[in-house]
């Protein structure tokens, strides 16, 4: 009889404990998405400090437009340090271009953006033109569009990044 007792109190007892394990599931299960949802979050935000290109003096603005070897140097120089274009990420990506021995960023500037290839893990450049026709029917490279002007703009540079509608 005692044992009857023991297991009717138990089966009176185990609705209360599925009920509690119940709301400590939910309870889990709502943690884990707003987790979820902060670490998309996170990944939509720009990874690295993007330094923008100061604006030349006017003078300068004249001799880049006209004097294509100036106006190369000059992107180069922005191109290394805007921290979007890692040099030893795209050797290592592009075995080709290290075996050429040429300069990431030369390459770059001249082949790698019309190639289709991203100048590091955080500008995507198939991702960029895909989203913004205008810029590839402009046969800009995209890397420099963002860092003149794309980033004002609001433009994504990765398909996790949000962006404007520009259209």
């Known amino acids: 009889m005692a044992a009857a007792e023991q297991q009717s109190g138990?089966?009176?007892?185990?609705?209360d404990a599925l009920a509690e394990l119940q709301s400590k599931v939910e309870t889990l299960y709502l943690s884990q998405q707003t987790l979820e949802r902060q670490v998309q979050a996170l990944k939509a935000t720009h990874p690295v400090?993007?330094?923008?290109p100061v604006q030349p003096v006017f003078p300068m603005r004249i001799l880049l437009r006209f004097h294509k070897g100036l106006r190369e140097r000059y992107q180069v120089a922005v191109l290394r340090d805007?921290?979007?274009l890692d040099s030893v990420w795209y050797l290592r990506n592009y075995p080709d271009v290290r075996k050429a021995g040429t300069d990431p960023v030369l390459h770059f500037l001249r082949f790698g953006a019309a190639e289709r290839r991203d100048p590091g893990p955080y500008f995507d450049t198939t991702h960029y033109l895909h989203l913004y026709p205008d810029i590839m029917?402009?046969?800009l490279n995209p890397l420099w569009?963002?860092?003149?002007s794309g980033w004002r703009e609001k433009r994504s540079i990765r398909p996790e990044i949000p962006h404007e509608d520009l259209r």
């Open 137 to 139: 029917q402009s046969g």
């Open 82 to 84: 805007c921290g979007l």
């Open 145 to 148: 569009h963002y860092l003149t």
């Open 49 to 52: 400090v993007c330094r923008r």
């Open 10 to 15: 138990i089966k009176k007892e185990l609705p």
